[in-house]
C-alpha cells in the first residue's frame, strides 16, 4: 500500500508565512506519505531572490533525506520515463512548475533547477513510476500555462495512462467549473481520459470534486495570498492511500485569517473608528499572540461632507499593530473613480501577476488589429521575462 501525499502553491518568497508554512506541511506530509507531490507555484516568481532559493533547498534536501531514508527501509522504488528514457531515481518528492514559475522555451525555471539538483523529481512532461511491494503508481504532469494555450498543449502531448498502474494527472490551471467567469480556461472534459486522480494547483483554496466523470483534487496554497473571504477555510494537503482510494484532507497550523465586513449608514468618521476598534478589539481577543491577518471591509454610505478617503486609519494600525496584520478596505458606495481603479487594479493583480496581465492586454490588442505579432506566444513570454535581445531578433525576423 502506498500513501501520496498531495500539497500545492506553497509560494516561497511570499511573506514569512509562506516558508514557515511550507515547512509545516512538507514535515506532517513527509511523515505520514511515501511520496509527497507538489503541483506548482512552490515559488512565487518567475526568478525568485537567491536568499528565497537557498532556504526553499534547505528545507527541500531536509525533507528529501527524511523521506529517502524512509522510502530504502519500505521499499519503494522510483524511477523516471522521460522522451523514452527510464532512470532509476531516488527522489521521493515529485513537482511540477506553476504559472508563477514558468518561463518561456529555451529559460530555464526554477523547478528544472532543483530537479538538476536532485532535490525534486519534475513530471513536467514526464511521468514518475512509484512500485512498492508490487503495487504501481504512475504520476505525471503538465507545468503550468497561460489560459488560451492550455488545450492546444494538452492535446499535442497526449498524456496516456500507465497500464497495471494507478494513474495520476498533475497540472495547474484554471478549471471554468470553478471559475465560471474564466472564459478561456479549459474545463474538466478537456483534461486526458482514463486517470484515476486529477491534481490541480493554481487553485488557493482545497477542494474535491468529480466533474465530467474525472475525480479531482485541489490541494490548494499553504499560505494566503488573496485574503479572500475563501481563504478562511483550513488550509493543508490531501493524503491518498492507493489501495483504499481513501482521501483525506489533513489541516496545518497556520496564521489566522479573519475577513469581516462592516456596513454603515451615513456615518461620521469618528462612528466608523469607533465602529472599527469595537470589532477589531473583539478580533485581537479571540487571536491572542496570533497576529491574525485582519481584512476589514468597510461598506454602506456616509455622512454628507464626509469623504472616503479623508478617512484616516493610520491611528487605528498603529493601535493594533502588535496584535495583527492589519488591512483596512473602503468600499463605501459612490467610492470615488480613485478608489474603484485601486480596486479594479488588484482584482486584475489576483488574477495574474501585473506583468502577465499586461502581456495579456497587448496580446488581445494585437489580435484585435490582426497584427503579424497576433498569437505569437513566444514573443508575448519573451517579453514578460524582459529578455530585450531575444525581442528584438524576434521583430528583426518577421
Ligand atoms: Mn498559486
Known amino acids: ?192 481520459k482514463g486517470f484515476d486522480l486529477y491534481v490541480d494547483g493554481h487553485i488557493h483554496w482545497a477542494q474535491e470534486f468529480t466533474e465530467s466523470g474525472k475525480h479531482i483534487i485541489l490541494p490548494g496554497s499553504t499560505v494566503i495570498t488573496q485574503m479572500k473571504p475563501k481563504e478562511m477555510a483550513p488550509k493543508g494537503y490531501y493524503l491518498y492511500d492507493t489501495a483504499s482510494r481513501q482521501l483525506v484532507f489533513k489541516p496545518i497550523r497556520t496564521r489566522p485569517f479573519v475577513y469581516e465586513e462592516l456596513t454603515f449608514k451615513e456615518a461620521g468618521s469618528a462612528d466608523v473608528e469607533a465602529s472599527c476598534r469595537a470589532k477589531l478589539k473583539e478580533i485581537a481577543a479571540a487571536h491572542a499572540g496570533r497576529q491574525p491577518l485582519v481584512r476589514l471591509k468597510l461598506a454602506g454610505t456616509l455622512a454628507k461632507g464626509v469623504s472616503a478617503s479623508a478617512l484616516d486609519f493610520r491611528g487605528l494600525e498603529a493601535e493594533f499593530a502588535d496584535q495583527m496584520q492589519l488591512f483596512i478596505e473602503k468600499e463605501f458606495e459612490g467610492a470615488e473613480l480613485k478608489e474603484k481603479i485601486e480596486a479594479l487594479r488588484k482584482a486584475r493583480g489576483e488574477q495574474a501577476s501585473l506583468r502577465d496581465a499586461g502581456v495579456s492586454l497587448l496580446r488581445e490588442r494585437l489580435e484585435a488589429r490582426a497584427s503579424p505579432f497576433a498569437g505569437d506566444e513566444e514573443l508575448f513570454s519573451l517579453l514578460a521575462e524582459g529578455e530585450a535581445e531575444a525581442v528584438l531578433k524576434r521583430l528583426l525576423k518577421k
Open 1 to 192: 500500500m502506498l500513501k501520496i501525499a498531495f500539497a500545492s502553491d506553497f509560494h516561497f518568497g511570499y511573506g514569512e508565512d509562506a516558508l514557515a508554512q511550507a515547512a509545516e506541511a512538507l514535515r506532517k506530509a513527509g511523515d505520514e506519505a511515501d511520496v509527497v507531490v507538489l503541483a506548482g507555484d512552490l515559488f512565487d516568481s518567475r526568478v525568485p531572490r537567491q536568499e528565497v532559493i537557498h532556504d526553499a533547498i534547505k528545507l527541500l534536501s531536509e525533507h528529501k533525506a527524511k523521506m529517502q531514508e524512509k522510502a530504502v527501509s519500505s521499499g519503494v522504488k522510483v524511477r523516471l520515463l522521460q522522451d523514452g528514457e527510464e532512470s532509476v531515481q531516488s527522489v521521493p518528492i515529485i513537482a511540477i512548475y506553476g504559472t508563477h514559475e514558468r518561463r518561456t522555451k529555451g529559460l530555464v525555471n526554477v523547478i528544472q533547477i532543483l530537479h538538476s539538483a536532485g532535490l525534486v523529481l519534475n513530471v513536467h512532461a514526464a511521468t514518475a513510476l512509484i512500485e512498492k511491494d508490487g503495487e504501481k503508481v504512475a504520476i505525471q504532469g503538465m507545468g503550468g500555462m497561460p489560459d488560451e494555450f492550455v488545450k492546444r498543449a494538452m492535446d499535442a502531448m497526449d498524456f496516456k495512462p500507465v497500464e497495471g498502474a494507478v494513474n495520476i494527472f498533475v497540472f495547474h490551471q484554471t478549471l471554468k467549473e470553478l471559475i465560471p467567469a474564466a472564459t478561456e480556461c479549459i474545463g474538466a472534459a478537456d483534461l486526458p
